[in-house]
């Protein structure tokens, strides 16, 4: 039996990088990984906001592609465009970050297991107790769970981290666009219903194509759909296989329990409007490792209470952005295609590109939101009416 202080299941960028933390302040590490190589494959768009990039101290060499701005298309493809002059978003190469973050656990000092999977987890007089398919126990006073969006562990420790979930698929292809400094997005309730579809340009010649929904049915058939309704894709070359992933959204009651501690989308630290996780899940890591850092450091009896104030801490950086989010994506759904693809139309104004240029339409989507829910009353009028009279 190996003993640990710290355990975290998931050897994603989010369980590395609270890994990576904490065997850096000197605590015993162990990652266990049920894949057996970390990074493949890509579950994201890999589109991340220029603050992620401040935050992580990211190597250059990992950014693929820079974007300025975005174009946005009805289900009529009518469009909407803006551009800054400078990036407010970054497309990274999400393998090798992923491998990156991986390495730099390593050198720090934590441990590593692959296709390591978990039969059981007990808890006996303060210390848990993972056992592995092959028989394997490890011992450890702290297990921070890093799953992502995958539910066993919850099950297995019968915990609910409650929510909504969008089903996404995403495929590489062969692409030729007029500006590749922005970013495409397709609204169309008939193939992403409730979300969005994207082409996230990643060189001249190339880019990510993908959508989510809230249904999670037929997905690659609605690829085939979104590569037939979208023109700009008219021309696309599919160039590899199609990735299908799911996003968690939604604010769960509980995030830690006792020693047992959630981060990332195992902990729905995602943004809900846009579903971006990483700047969230790195946020939260971060401030998780903290928390872990100085429960350790304590010499009192207050090892558990301190490690469950992680739950407060992690929700008082992102609280107030998500719920602004959760009421834009509200608004979002309580319009049809047909209102969007009006309210596409009314947005050509001067006023309307000076705020999303100020404020970007990724980066900040609840600030931007709100900001042109204000501009444009037509949306929230819709939106009570529809919340009204149903």
């Not at 207050?302 to 998500?322: G, H, V, W």
């Not at 047909?338 to 590109?353: F, G, P, V, Y």
């Not at 600030?367 to 819709?382: A, R, S």
Request: hydrophobic share 40%; charged share 25%; glycine share 6%.
């Amino acid at each position: 039996m190996e003993k640990f202080d710290v355990i975290v299941i998931g050897g994603g960028p989010i369980g590395c990088n609270v890994a990576s933390n904490l065997a850096k302040a000197g605590l015993s590490v162990a990652v266990i990984e049920a894949k057996t190589k970390i990074g493949f494959p890509n579950h994201c768009s890999g589109l991340v906001p220029i603050e992620f990039l401040e935050l992580t101290n990211l190597d250059k060499s990992l950014i693929i592609n820079y974007i300025k701005g975005a174009k946005v298309f009805s289900c009529k493809e009518n469009d909407f465009q803006f551009k800054r002059d400078v990036p407010y978003a970054a497309v990274i190469d999400r393998s090798n970050f992923d491998i990156f973050m991986e390495s730099k656990a390593k050198e720090n000092g934590a441990k590593f297991f692959y296709n390591a999977h978990i039969e059981n987890i007990d808890t006996k007089n303060g210390d848990s107790f993972i056992t592995l398919t092959n028989g394997n126990i490890f011992n450890t006073k702290v297990i921070v769970v890093a799953t992502g969006a995958t539910s066993a562990i919850q099950k297995m420790l019968n915990v609910e981290i409650d929510g909504e979930t969008i089903y996404t698929v995403q495929v590489d292809t062969k692409i030729s666009l007029n500006d590749t400094e922005i970013a495409y997005i397709y609204m169309n309730n008939h193939i992403a219903n409730n979300w969005f579809a994207w082409i996230i340009p990643t060189s001249d010649e190339s880019a990510r194509v993908g959508f989510g929904d809230n249904i999670g049915k037929k997905l690659l058939d609605k690829l085939d759909m979104l590569f037939k309704n979208w023109s700009l894709l008219s021309n696309a070359k599919i160039s590899g296989k199609p990735v299908v992933w799911s996003i968690p959204i939604g604010i769960p009651k509980k995030i830690a329990y006792k020693n047992i501690l959630f981060v990332g989308d195992a902990a729905r630290q995602v943004k809900p409007f846009s579903g971006g996780g990483l700047l969230t899940g790195f946020i939260a890591g971060n401030i998780l490792s903290e928390t872990i850092i100085e429960a350790f450091k304590d010499n009192s009896n207050n090892f558990f209470k301190i490690l469950e104030t992680y739950d407060s801490r992690s929700k008082k950086a992102l609280i107030t952005e998500f719920k602004r989010e959760i009421f834009l994506r509200d608004v979002y759904i309580s319009l049809t295609d047909e209102d969007k693809d009006q309210i596409i139309k009314n947005l050509n104004s001067k006023r309307i590109s000076q705020i999303l240029i100020q404020y970007g339409f990724m980066d900040k989507p609840a600030i931007t939101g709100i900001k042109l829910l204000f501009n444009n009353p037509q949306i929230p009028l819709i939106y009570l009416k529809r919340k009204i009279l149903g």
